[in-house]
């Protein structure tokens, strides 16, 4: 099986738009919700299965929640619940 790389000529970023899953900040050209890769990565979900459960995430996706998660809740992001 020959695997394709996802192209894509921005980097990724999130994005809170009200005509995209209410507004909830998200992965810009998806409808992924950032709490929801979130709780994935505090559940020690590996990389490989996030993108096997969330196939549209881009390759630099699980990078771009990351740094909103530290911007935006804190360096002890790992540490304060999250709501789903």
């Known amino acids: 099986m020959i695997l394709h790389a996802k192209k894509r ?3 990724a970023t999130i994005v809170c738009n009200p005509e995209i899953m209410g507004g909830v900040p998200t992965i810009r ?9 979130l ?6 979900y590996s990389r490989q299965e996030i993108f096997c ?3 549209s995430l881009p390759l630099d996706g699980i990078e771009a929640v990351i740094a909103w998660a530290e911007e935006n809740i804190g360096p002890n992001w790992r540490e304060v619940p999250v709501e789903a």
């Open 9 to 11: 000529s921005l980097p």
């Open 39 to 44: 709780i994935h990565l505090k559940a020690g």
């Open 53 to 55: 459960d969330y196939p």
């Open 29 to 37: 050209g998806t409808r992924i919700p950032v709490e929801m890769i």
